[in-house]
C-alpha cells in the first residue's frame, strides 16, 4: 500500500480556508478519485516541538492507494481540475509525496 501526502507549508503570509477544504475540495477529490482512493486522513497543523511554535505545515492530507499504478491511473484525469481549485482554499500549493505504508 501507498500513501500520497500533499502537505501545505505554514508561513507568516500563508492563506488556507480549513473549512473549504474539509468541506469542498477533499469530497471533490474523494468523489473524483473513486474505488482506487481507499482510505483519506487530514492532519490540520497546531504546533511543533518548541512551546508556542506553529506547526511546519498548516495542513497535510493522506490520500492511501494500493499501488503507484493505481494512484496514477485514478489522480492523473483529475490533476487539472485539483489544482485549478487551490485558488480557492490556498495561496501556497500542497508538495506532494508518495510514501510505502510500512505498518508494525
Do not use: C
Amino acid at each position: 500500500m501507498i500513501k500520497v501526502s500533499v502537505m501545505y507549508k505554514n508561513g507568516n503570509t500563508v492563506k488556507f480556508d480549513t473549512d473549504y477544504y474539509k468541506n469542498n475540495h477533499l469530497p471533490m477529490v474523494i468523489e473524483a478519485l473513486g474505488d482506487d482512493l481507499k482510505e483519506v486522513e487530514l492532519d490540520l497543523g497546531i504546533g511543533n516541538g518548541a512551546p508556542d511554535q506553529p506547526a511546519p505545515y498548516v495542513a497535510i492530507a493522506h490520500l492511501k492507494f494500493n499501488d503507484i499504478a493505481s494512484f496514477q491511473k485514478a489522480f492523473g484525469p483529475h490533476a487539472a481540475t485539483f489544482a485549478a481549485d487551490v485558488k480557492n482554499y490556498s495561496n501556497v500549493d500542497g508538495e506532494l509525496q508518495i510514501n510505502e505504508l510500512v505498518t508494525f
